[in-house]
């Protein structure tokens, strides 16, 4: 055997030890790794939806496993690039499904990726064990400031590696905006909970309710500094962007914090959080067109407004939201109004709050983030009357409770190398707290890459590394008649019966016929199939029997300077065809090509990346 190669044994998930015979049930299979450019570029070009992933999850394997059954390896899947997976599998932002092949022109929706990840996690057996990979003690003491998602993603990962983690947050609970900004009705808590414990599980000390900065009775980060053998900030983005106003003064102080009735949204949903009781007005306008503006309108609404309205700068067509969130604030009621930017508060002869002043806008062109720029109309102000305004346009990161002297960005967030290593050695930062307000997966996923940088530095040697674990599939796994499932609906909550309280989740969990029906969409993307060019007849079998534009003539492939494959190089003449060559970019993985070859010379291999242990 070749020493690059391993015997992987595969055991049913079901496997009974007790019967003696149940050893044969085991089936051994040959199984190579590669950190080959061109293996690891396959994956990347023809697994969309993991490449899209910013943890590199193995989608198209967890959805297999639930074909199967297997809702426990599903899950474990999952939270090898994951740590959270039931709680992803319901806020997560979902940018694996707007790569999904099925998605694309002609194949119908893209699968439910983000729903089959959290039914790995409803339907996991009770008694599931949680498999993790550890390192012995290296004696290694790390401080990791910040308890959101990037922080518990880089703890939990740091103490697998063997090294001895310290959180620390300011507030009562870990998870950050996990617990403090996302409203229960969209993450039950007990769900988090439970992730969050598991994640710090392996002996990360928690010191919670702990305040890094230069204050009275908070710990100074350069004591953490000269205690710790390396330092993580993952502090996030914790402020509200202000409020800009074109009859407002630079020297004026900001009358969102002057008015009653009148607050920065992400104020509204962390005070909420801590437990402060909140009020709102009859008619809530709430500014702003993210995540935290429409969970604010959709509190607001669960709160006692009766008449909910967000405005937005642009128009509702490029709202940095999923589709299924904006559908379900609006059948709650919501009102979106686009093309409109604030430009003053109104207040009454009292100085109460009574209103809003807007000025028009008109669509310009786009911005280098994918969305239209908004151009104010001259002359077109109009005012507005409301009761509570909630503003939500954004959020921005704090160093002011740092006292080291760091490198910082044009945009005032700190700097870090390749290597995740801020100016200052030994201090690291990820997530939000270095490129500003993105998503929980994309903290996660950068969590979880510092976390290696933070190893190698400390350890002098990479000790967990990018590679692909290449093994044969015995026979295809997909149908054709696969292709023509519908995606299937998340069900929900009776909307008569969401306003009773901010806990009754909304999205229900799919039944498990719906969620195997889904599964079987996949295109299962990481199979490859290939063509032994020595035992091919170019009988072309395969190509009359193919659904679609997948099996190509070609005098070459471009190799392209990393060593990754470019482009075919197709030919329609036969005294330049050199191979008939599967382009698994359009192949379905309906197997009619490895069914009909009468040389058997089409073979199927599964290619799943992720980081080992070195």
Known sequence: MNPQESRKIYLREDEDFSDPQSYGKRVVTPVRYSTDPRDIGWVEENVPCQSACPAL??????????????????????RMANVLP???????????????????????????????????????????????????????????????????????DLSTLGHNVTIFDREERPGGMLNYGIPEFRLPREILDVELQNA?????????????????????????????????????????????????????????????????????LVELH??????????????????????????AKRLGAEEVTIHL??????????????????????????????????????????????????????????????IAIDGSEFEEECDTLLVAIGQRTVNDYVDLELELDRWGSVAIGDNGMTSKEGVFAAGDFVYGPTTVIEAVGHG????????????????????????????????????????????????????????????????????????????????????DVDNCIYCRACIEVAPRDCIKLVEGVEIKGDGTYGDLQESSEWDHVGAIWIDNNQCIRCGACYMVCPTKCISITKNEMFYQDI
């Open 57 to 78: 999850t193995n989608i198209p394997a967890y959805i297999r496993m639930i074909t199967e059954q297997r809702f426990g390896r599903s899950y474990e899947l999952n």
């Open 86 to 156: 039931g709680t992803l599998g319901r806020i997560c932002s979902r940018p694996c499904e707007a790569k999904c092949r099925h998605g694309w022109p002609g194949n119908g929706e893209p699968v439910a990726i983000c729903h089959l990840k959290r039914l790995a996690g409803d339907f996991k057996s009770s008694g599931h064990r949680i498999n993790e990979s550890l390192f012995t003690p290296t004696g290694k003491r790390i401080a990791v400031v910040g308890a959101g998602p990037a922080g518990v993603a880089a703890a939990h």
């Open 200 to 268: 710090m599980r392996l002996g990360v000390e928690q010191r919670i309710g702990t305040e890094v900065g230069i204050g009275e009775g908070q710990v100074r980060l350069s004591d953490l500094h000269k205690e710790y053998d390396a330092v993580l900030l993952a502090t996030g983005s914790m402020e509200a962007t202000p409020l800009p106003l074109q009859d407002l003064d630079n020297s004026e102080k900001d009358p969102v914090r002057l008015l009653d009735n009148v607050e920065y949204g992400l104020d509204f």
């Open 274 to 299: 801590r437990g402060e009781t909140k009020k709102v007005g009859k008619r809530v306008f709430v500014v702003g067109a993210g995540f935290t503006a429409l969970d604010c309108a959709r509190v």
């Open 313 to 374: 700068r642009t128009t509702e067509e490029y709202i940095p939201v999923g589709k299924d969130e904006i559908f379900e604030a609006k059948r709650e009621g919501v009102v979106i109004r686009g093309l409109r930017t604030p430009s003053a508060l109104l207040t009454d002869e009292d100085g109460k709050f009574k209103g809003v002043r807007f000025v028009q806008n008109r669509l310009g062109g786009w911005r280098d983030n994918g969305r239209r720029a908004a």
């Open 448 to 531: 979880r890459r510092i976390a290696i940088d933070i190893d190698t530095w400390l350890m002098g040697r990479e000790r967990r590394k990018l590679v692909v674990k290449i093994e044969p599939v015995e026979e295809p796994l997909r149908e054709r008649a696969f292709d023509f499932i519908p995606r299937q609906e998340m069900p929900t909550e009776d909307v008569r019966n969401r306003f009773t309280g901010l806990t009754e989740e909304v999205e229900q969990g799919m039944e498990l016929d719906t969620a195997y029906e889904e599964a079987k969409r996949c295109y299962l993307c990481y199979h490859r199939y290939s063509i």
